[in-house]
């Protein structure tokens, strides 16, 4: 059976793995939209290569180009917010949203809203609303599949189980660059350092949020509102292998986990076929070619992200959103050259401190937090640095 897929964030690391799998089984699945922020370029591209019938471009301003670049076939090219939610929301009952950040928040929610089976890649969407984004997909009957390698790992695991049974969740992290890196080594670190990930191939601002650990705390974050338990019951421990995906322990003491390389493949696929599975060109996983599997608790002092988001869940209301937002700004300042690595956590540390928000009602509550604290983060930034 063909289904309707939409992939938002298609031109990302996400999106073209996405789509690489798509075009391995041409019988499974029709593209139905594509979106990009900019990249109007690859966004043609793959639209003229899916025979996609929308292709989206979030910048207004790149319409023109991208309607120039896909004269004379059957897609339509759209831009900014309203096609963009169009594209999550259209005929596709399976949507990819995998746009980074809370840029992703109104297009996800838009296709939860509708009902649509969502493979959720974005997890800043789920960081900075999720109780309204698990809500609204208890009210709509959408179902949200977890893309994270974690969180799909997880996910996995605890198919057929009985929820109750859970004593707890154990999220592995592979350490990130500087795992091994002195505190003075990672004050020193530059984008590049920061960017280059042992393990995985992914899009800047995760590969820095792998850096800084903050990742992890998203994910924390991310699967207390996938799966329902509190702070107490979410562990980390950090596996440089990356080959444990995650683990659930269980009441009786019995520890299930998922396996396989580090290919962002290997999850996607299961999102998008389940409930059945599809094959994958993942390179098969050879235990004894890896020979061993080490685990280490996080240190705290060299990765204060990760604790700081264990904060934020712990507070509730609107301390996520607030993490998240701070957390986007700091990163692209640093990728920006203009602030240093040990200035993200710090600068997420003041604006978590200096927040005083009621926890956000609806996703316009969220859009006004995340706003008014990018502002102040911006503002913080310039005046330290003045
Ligand atoms: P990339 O930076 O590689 O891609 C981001 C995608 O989002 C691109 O298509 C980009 O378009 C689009 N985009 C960026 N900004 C906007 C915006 N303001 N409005 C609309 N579209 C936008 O990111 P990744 O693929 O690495 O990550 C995507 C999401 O998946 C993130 O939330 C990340 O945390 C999560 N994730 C990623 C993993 C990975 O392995 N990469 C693993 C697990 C989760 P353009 O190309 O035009 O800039």
Same mark, same amino acid.
């Given at each position: 059976m063909t289904r309707k897929l939409a992939i938002l964030g298609a031109t990302g690391s996400i999106g073209k793995s996405t789509l690489d799998l798509v075009e391995r089984n041409p019988d499974r699945f029709e593209v139905t939209a594509l979106t990009a922020s900019t990249n109007v370029e690859a966004l043609a591209e793959l639209a003229r290569r899916t025979g996609a019938r929308l292709a989206v471009v979030a910048?207004?301003?790149r319409y023109n180009e991208l309607a120039g670049l896909l004269a004379g076939t059957d897609c339509r090219a759209a831009a900014g917010e309203a096609a963009l939610i169009e594209a999550a929301?259209?005929?596709?009952?399976?949507?990819?949203?995998?746009?980074?950040?809370?840029?992703g928040l109104k297009p996800a929610m838009a296709a939860v809203d509708a009902g649509r089976t969502v493979a959720l890649a974005n997890k800043e969407a789920l960081v900075t609303a999720g109780a309204l984004m698990t809500g609204a997909a208890a009210r709509s009957g959408a179902t949200l599949l977890p893309v994270d390698s974690e969180h799909n790992a997880i996910f996995q695991c605890l198919a057929?189980?009985?929820?109750?049974?859970?004593s707890k969740i154990i999220l592995t992290a592979?350490?990130?660059?500087?795992?091994?890196?002195?505190a003075d080594g990672i004050a020193a670190a530059t984008p590049a350092q920061a960017v280059a990930h042992p393990k995985w191939s992914m899009g800047a601002k995760i590969s820095v949020d792998s850096a800084t650990l903050m990742n992890k705390g998203l994910e924390l974050i991310e699967a207390h509102y996938l799966f329902g338990l509190p702070s107490s019951q979410l562990d980390v421990v950090i596996h *440089?292998? @990356?080959?444990?995906h995650s683990l659930v322990e269980f009441v009786d003491g019995s520890v299930l986990a998922q396996l396989g390389n580090p290919d962002m493949r290997i999850p996607i696929a299961y999102a998008l076929a389940w409930p059945e599975r599809m094959p994958t060109p993942a390179q098969r996983l050879d235990l004894a070619a890896i020979g061993r599997l080490d685990f280490e608790a996080p240190d705290l002092q060299r990765f204060p992200a990760l604790r700081l988001a264990r904060e934020a869940l712990e507070a509730g209301g609107a301390a996520p959103t607030v993490l998240n937002a701070a957390n986007e700004i700091a990163v692209a300042s640093f990728l920006a050259g203009a602030?240093?690595?040990?200035q993200i956590a710090a600068v997420v540390h003041e604006a978590l401190n200096g927040a005083d928000y009621?926890? *956000?009602? @609806?996703i316009g509550d969220v859009l006004e937090i995340d706003r008014v604290t990018r502002e102040k983060t911006r503002s913080m930034m310039q005046a330290s640095c003045a």
């Open positions: 910048d207004e301003g929301t259209g005929d596709a009952e399976l949507v990819m949203a995998a746009i980074v950040g809370c840029a057929g189980s009985n929820r109750e049974h859970v592979s350490g990130g660059p500087f795992r091994a890196t002195s *440089p292998q @990356s080959v444990i602030i240093r690595f040990p009621d926890a *956000p009602n @609806s």
